[in-house]
């Protein structure tokens, strides 16, 4: 058993995602950049955890970075956990879902906007709910 709130064992959640979603989501994996269905992505709305539906992001945060992901300059207070990587010999902070502990992605301190916070986030892991 995790932390988390929602508990799946990993058979449920391979039968619940799609195989890309469960590679991202549950093995820590990258979508290829610029292939994400939301990367480009503007309307107005929420942005939830693929895996357990719990909004993390607002449409108001999202701003095209040109990175090749969907970009964020927050996240909904309370719904991302924060862990240091030192995966690929990089030093990053990935972001979990805190809710189920799905892997969302990455956030970087070099953001252009006020919150100088850049969420670099996989489409796979995350649905849109139009406003
Ligand atoms: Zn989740």
Redesign the pocket.
């Known amino acids: 058993m995790n932390k988390y709130p ?1 508990q799946k064992s990993e058979a449920e959640w391979k039968e619940q995602l799609t195989e890309e979603e469960y590679r991202v989501l549950r093995q820590k994996g990258t979508e290829r950049p610029f292939t994400g269905k939301y990367n480009l992505h503007v309307d107005d709305g929420q942005y939830t ?1 693929m ?2 539906s ?1 909004p993390l992001f607002l449409s108001d945060n999202k701003f095209d970075s040109g990175c090749g992901w969907p970009s964020f300059d927050e996240s909904i207070e309370g719904r991302i956990e924060y862990i240091r990587d030192t995966s690929h010999g990089m030093i990053r902070t990935e972001i979990l ?1 805190a ?2 502990g ?1 892997h969302i992605g990455h956030v970087f301190d070099d953001g252009p906007t006020e919150s100088g916070q850049r969420y670099c986030v996989n489409s796979v892991s995350i649905n849109f709910n139009k406003k």
Do not use: H
């Open positions: 929602i955890c895996a357990c719990t879902c809710s189920c799905s």
